[in-house]
């Protein structure tokens, strides 16, 4: 954990953070299986087990504390299409189609620009605009989040 940025500090955008950092070693370990036209199972399943969660987290929280700001509303748009359709590829995927590694090695790059988008631009903008009894939600949204779907990341 960085102990210079802000953005780092164990925060709900710090476990948000954390969770970016295990989804994108995830991917990173399924691509480098698929590019070596080994079995991806484990690494897919790993992948999904990580992003399901984080991806409601994110939408129970920050997305609908950001959602009482309407300058926000074009860009929640963007990111919730995002989710949409890392939910219709990276998390529908499953042992038979890793044959179809195109539509999945897509969905991974979506994925990385996502998660570039998220972590600086739209968390950086969020600290600046949610004030202290947004982030108690937000953190309330985590806490219920995490016991709904833990995730590998915050479970150990
Ligand atoms: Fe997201
Ligand atoms: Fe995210």
């Known amino acids: 954990m960085c102990d210079y940025c802000g953005c780092r500090e164990l925060t709900p955008i710090g476990e948000l953070s954390a969770e970016h950092e295990e989804i994108t070693e995830r991917a990173g370990a399924l691509e480098r299986r698929l590019a070596a036209g080994e079995d991806a ?18 939408e129970r929280g920050l997305f609908a504390q950001l959602a009482r700001h309407p300058e926000f509303a074009g860009y929640l748009e963007r990111l919730g299409t995002d989710h949409a359709s890392a939910r219709a590829v990276l998390l529908r995927v499953t042992r038979a189609d890793l044959e179809s590694a195109p539509a999945l090695l897509a969905g991974l790059r979506e994925l990385e620009t996502h998660i570039e988008t998220e972590e600086f631009d739209f968390f950086p903008a969020s600290r600046l605009i949610l004030d202290d009894e947004s982030w108690s939600e937000v953190a309330e949204a985590h806490l219920r989040a995490n016991a709904d779907h833990p995730h590998p990341a915050t479970t150990g």
């Open 41 to 58: 199972t484990a690494e897919l399943v790993a992948l999904q087990l990580a992003l399901g969660p984080h991806l409601h987290k994110e």
